[in-house]
């Protein structure tokens, strides 16, 4: 029989203790320092048998459901919403729940499950769902580009993002991310935290000169505390614009002796409480609208984009996000995140839309980046008049490098579409890629490609994609050309990386690297010693940087 003073604990922060490192997010998530506290081996082992069952509960729900026993239906992929704050170690921990649950081998597990943060399912939903049609008109009007953000305020977080929009007349809208999401702790679930809290403190005020001196207000008393609190009515009667009266608002209840119990909150201490919960995530808001602000004050190349803001949670709840009828912040991302599974493209497919790369420097001394991109990998749709197939050919070109400069590379998805004559254009005049909008950074923290060399001469650079489908790599190359240190033979050197390619379907981005794996132990895998070639004069190595290796 369970004790009726142990207080209830909210699942979710479960998770948090198998972060590897709880103690860094306890500022954002007091909530968690009750399980912090009691952190144990033995406590984890039970939380993880409980969690496993849960699952457990959940896939016999699915089995059970008599169109899918009648239609022979198994699971084929999870799509699995988490918070923005969640690393690649949540996600590790939550795929191996799942696949004991589902009793799947981790690396059938890991192909498996797809993780999406809060706000790219409820941006999947919002443009990809015949639902919400309208407001997908709305936010991508033809031949017309917007920046979405959308801000998601739960119960204990803010999640956001950034979405570049467009669509031609007569297609689907074409989105991507711009940069990462973003979130913070905060929300009703921390003005409760803090509410009792000050009800503690009031208890002991009130039992000072009692037999119940140093007493802790108990488990039951809190439940009734929490009972009150979560009523529509009452919570709204918190902060800025509460129409409580200034002499306060009372809680009323009767504790475990069935004594009458009173906790007053005053303007001032509701305000003060109700900040203390709040201010994270509305700063956080802050700080992205002035971004938008500026992102869609700015001319990308002929192009100021349309600000459109989306907000879901909170109260009152956001009419547009719910107009399909969906007033469940849950059902609502879920449904997101299974919209997103079924849309995968591969990464080819993302290119052949008329994608492009170009590097951006940032020059020896300077402490910012160029406003753009030089392009030198782009996909672009030949002249088709004489022929019923349209297709994509790639193109690639040379990048003179300054050995001091520091570099990135720069994608933007939707080169083709707003530079059409790319077959036709001087190679030498390419549009560049605005690097301040409409694209994201590819590849910032790049691999070591040529060292640094004691000798004289040019460098340069190329990029291209190879492979097809989901089995698309990047290729980097650097080249120098310069005089041998002892003749006056020339010396030319030449070295590369391959990285691997994948789309990821919650931020319709082509990412460097594999999905579920931290790109830096990609990098660091990569050989470090390059391999060099040489060449008898300058005119074959430069045709050769098309060829690679």
């Known amino acids: ?313 909170g109260l009152p709840a956001a009419t547009f996000v719910n107009s399909a009828g969906l007033d469940n912040d849950s059902v609502r991302n879920a449904w997101g995140a299974a919209i997103a599974a079924l849309k995968l493209i591969t990464a080819e497919a993302f290119f052949k839309q008329g994608a492009a790369i170009g590097i951006q420097v940032k020059q020896a001394g300077s402490k910012k980046w160029d406003n753009s991109a030089t392009t030198i990998f782009y996909y672009y749709t030949p002249d088709t008049s004489n022929s019923s197939t349209v297709h994509s050919d790639p193109a690639t070109q040379i990048y003179r490098l300054h050995a001091q400069h520091q570099r990135r590379r720069n994608f933007d998805p939707f080169y083709a579409d707003q530079n059409p004559n790319l077959q036709h254009d001087d190679p030498e005049t390419i549009p560049p890629i605005s690097a301040g909008g409409r694209s994201y950074i590819l590849l910032d923290a790049q691999p070591v490609v040529l060292p640094r060399s004691p000798l004289k001469g040019r460098y340069f650079c190329s990029v291209r994609v190879e492979g097809a489908g989901d089995n698309m790599e990047l290729v980097v190359e650097e080249k120098q050309v310069g005089p041998h240190f002892r003749s006056a033979e020339k010396y030319y050197n030449s070295a590369w990386h391959r990285l691997p390619l994948y789309f990821d379907g919650g931020s319709r981005c082509v990412s460097v690297g594999e999905r579920g794996v931290d790109l830096d132990d990609i990098i660091v895998a990569l050989p470090s010693q390059p391999q060099p070639s040489h060449h008898d004069s300058v005119a074959q190595f430069l045709t050769h940087i098309a060829s690679g290796p």
């Open 1 to 313: 029989m369970l004790d009726p003073n142990r207080e209830q604990e909210s699942l979710k922060y479960g998770f948090y203790l198998f972060s590897g490192d709880p103690n860094n997010l306890f500022p954002q998530y007091p909530l968690m320092k009750r399980l912090r506290d009691a952190d144990s081996p033995e406590l984890r082992a039970r939380l993880r048998e409980g969690m496993i069952q849960m699952f457990r509960h959940l896939r016999n729900k699915i089995e059970e459901n008599p169109v899918v026993r009648r239609r022979g239906w198994v699971v084929g992929k999870l799509s699995i919403t988490i918070p923005n704050q969640w690393t690649l170690e949540f996600e590790e921990v939550y795929t191996q729940l799942l696949a004991e649950a589902f009793e799947w081998e981790i690396e059938v597990a890991r192909r498996k499950i797809f993780f999406y943060t809060e706000t790219e399912a409820l941006g999947q939903l919002l443009l990809q769902s015949e639902d919400f049609e309208e407001a997908s008109v709305a936010l991508a009007s033809q031949n017309k580009h917007k920046v979405c953000l959308v801000l998601d305020f739960g119960g204990h977080n803010l999640n956001g993002s950034k979405f570049w929009v467009y669509s031609v007349e007569g297609g689907e809208p074409k989105f991507f991310k711009l940069g990462p999401a973003f979130g913070v702790g905060g929300g009703g679930e921390h003005l409760l935290h803090h509410v009792m809290q000050e009800c503690e403190k009031q208890y002991r005020r009130m039992v000072r000169d009692t037999p119940l001196a140093g007493q802790p207000l108990s488990g039951h008393a809190k439940a009734e505390i929490r009972a009150k609190f979560i009523r529509l009515a009452f919570r709204e009667n918190w902060g800025p614009g509460s129409f409580m009266p200034d002499d306060g608002l009372a809680i009323d209840i009767l504790d475990e002796h069935n004594h009458h119990r009173r906790f007053v909150f005053d303007s001032n201490l509701r305000d003060h409480l109700w900040n203390q919960a709040y201010k994270a995530m509305l700063d956080l808001a802050k700080k992205e609208l002035i971004k938008l602000k500026i992102i869609t004050s700015r001319d990308e190349n002929g192009i100021i984009p349309d600000a459109f803001i989306v907000i879901a949670g």
